[in-house]
């Protein structure tokens, strides 16, 4: 079994920062590739970022890209999301989850094996 917890959501200002943490256990780490989404109010779960085994390769959705960047600690088992010049259309439930694939991490949330409880980010002033 796999347990993944978020950590350090919140509410920040437009134009802030926030780094979301996603503490893996229960199995090794490295087998898996990482994925970020999130979900807001009434809408559809949407893929944010995903990073392959060991971080050499990342990706981002287009109204992320640029504003976020997606790392990893393999000897931490953690993978982090930071999220700079946040707006408001940020607001949402942030999701990791682990992908047994270490490579090409899908965008497609229906592809990926566990799941942690999300953490509430609210953009607001």
């Known amino acids: 079994q796999v347990h993944l917890v978020e950590s350090g959501g919140g509410l920040a200002p437009p134009g802030g920062s926030m780094r979301l943490s996603c503490e893996v256990s229960?199995?090794?780490?490295?087998?898996?590739?990482m994925g970020w989404f999130r979900q807001a109010p009434g809408k559809e779960r949407e893929f944010v970022s995903a990073?392959?085994?060991?971080?050499?390769?990342?990706y981002y959705s287009d109204s992320v890209k640029g504003r976020f960047s997606c790392s990893r600690v393999n000897a931490r088992n953690t993978v982090y999301l930071q999220m700079n010049s946040l707006k408001p259309e940020d607001t949402a439930v942030y999701y990791c989850a682990a992908y047994r694939g270490s490579n090409y991490p899908p965008r497609q949330s229906s592809a990926y094996d566990y799941w942690g409880q999300g953490t509430q980010v609210t953009v607001s002033s």
């Open positions: 990073i392959d085994w060991n971080g050499g390769s990342t």
């Open positions: 229960g199995r090794r780490f490295s087998s898996y590739a």
